[in-house]
């Protein structure tokens, strides 16, 4: 009976370690602190893999940069050195260049309907394939909206009109189109790493953030950086990209394929209201802050978009994007 029970029990230690040898252990870089809306979003997707895979893939979460700063990440996703992440679509850009067609000129004043209507139909899923084409695969369900871009926050220069801008320094997303377009408007842009602002905000070696969010400024806490106030005029969008290594599906069983795509499908609805309702309250946070907003007149905004889109298609040119695909997202989102 003893040699029974100990046979049962060494066959149930094996059958366990043999079962945690066979688990896939993926992992998942983000450069926002615990919290943030995207690294909530990132543990949702980590818990809803192990549920569909049974427990045969774990995705740990590793947040605040601790692995890789927002491009290095992208050039491990590609390479197959980093299995998964989100990143934001300006910092994506640097490697897919017509990912910034969404913070183009003619998307100043854009709604979140605007950008669903371009990013959820056929235009997206060709938007999805050219990043394939980098050995990142965005996964079934696409991007979530995170906030409308606002052109700048600063500390204590106040900008009040787009005439205040001139020679600002403004840290930005690490997207040459958005300090093409910053540049035109006037602005000193900077492109910079998010890890890498606080330093610089409390050092003064800038004078703030541009092309940025609402969001953004409540995600960080950046009044106590120093952030105090905001020029709110909705010039462009920025969206969430969840990610996957192809390297790292290729290695995974179909089965398991199928558990990481069925996931992040299932969590992407839960993504996109939540962070709508975090971005209805982060302007009256901020402003409980003491973050002081200027909202311009929606002339001004009017004759800033009219002279920006005279230029974009410069700017498109000189980023690198594709013209013609440019020009179709255009024609959508004039309903044509």
């Known amino acids: 009976?003893?040699?029974?029970?100990?046979?049962?029990?060494?066959?149930?230690?094996?059958?366990?370690?043999?079962?945690?040898?066979?688990?896939?252990?993926?992992?998942?870089?983000?450069?926002?602190?615990?919290?943030?809306?995207?690294n909530v979003a990132a543990e949702k997707w980590a818990?809803?893999?192990?549920?569909?895979s049974g427990g045969s893939l774990t995705v740990e979460v590793f947040p605040a940069a601790q692995l890789y700063k927002s491009a290095d990440a992208i050039r491990a996703l590609a390479s197959g050195a980093l299995d998964m992440s989100i990143q934001a679509s300006p910092t994506l850009s640097q490697f897919e260049p017509n990912l910034s067609v969404i913070t183009l000129p003619m998307f100043f004043g854009a709604s979140r309907d605007d950008v669903r209507k371009v990013l959820d139909g056929d235009l997206g899923k060709e938007l999805w394939r050219m990043v394939a084409k980098k050995g990142?695969?965005?996964p079934e369900g696409g991007h979530f909206e995170f906030a409308p871009n606002n052109t700048a926050y600063t500390t204590s220069k106040e900008v009040k009109t787009y005439a205040d801008l001139s020679g600002v320094k403004l840290a930005t997303p690490p997207s040459p189109v958005v300090v093409a377009l910053l540049k035109e408007m006037g602005a000193a842009p900077?492109?910079?790493?998010?890890?890498?602002?606080?330093?610089?905000?409390?050092?003064?070696q800038i004078d703030g953030l541009g092309s940025v969010t609402d969001s953004t400024i409540k995600g960080g806490?950046?009044?106590?950086?120093?952030?105090?106030?905001?020029?709110?005029?909705?010039?462009?969008?920025?969206?969430y990209i969840p990610l996957v290594s192809k390297a790292t599906l290729?290695?995974?069983?179909?089965?398991?394929?199928?558990?990481?795509?069925?996931?992040?499908?299932?969590?992407?609805?839960w993504a996109r209201e939540q962070a709508a309702k975090e971005l209805a309250d982060a302007r009256s946070i901020n402003e409980s802050n003491g973050v002081?907003?200027?909202?311009?007149?929606?002339?001004?905004?009017?004759?800033?978009?009219?002279?920006?889109?005279?230029v974009q298609d410069q700017i498109v040119?000189?980023?690198?994007?594709?013209?013609?695909f440019v020009g179709r997202v255009s024609a959508a989102l004039a309903g044509n």
């Open 136 to 138: 990142i695969v965005v």
């Open 1 to 38: 009976m003893k040699d029974f029970i100990r046979t049962t029990a060494l066959a149930a230690l094996l059958a366990t370690t043999a079962g945690a040898a066979l688990a896939t252990d993926l992992r998942l870089s983000v450069e926002t602190p615990p919290g943030h809306i995207r």
């Open 221 to 239: 806490k950046l009044w106590e950086a120093g952030i105090k106030h905001a020029f709110a005029d909705n010039a462009g969008w920025g969206v």
């Open 292 to 310: 002081v907003y200027v909202d311009p007149a929606p002339e001004d905004v009017a004759a800033m978009k009219a002279k920006m889109v005279g």
């Open 47 to 52: 818990e809803a893999i192990k549920e569909k």
């Open 317 to 324: 040119k000189d980023g690198g994007m594709d013209a013609d």
């Open 250 to 269: 290729d290695k995974l069983t179909p089965e398991e394929q199928k558990a990481v795509q069925d996931a992040w499908a299932e969590v992407v609805g």
């Open 190 to 204: 900077q492109a910079t790493p998010r890890s890498e602002i606080v330093m610089q905000l409390t050092q003064g």
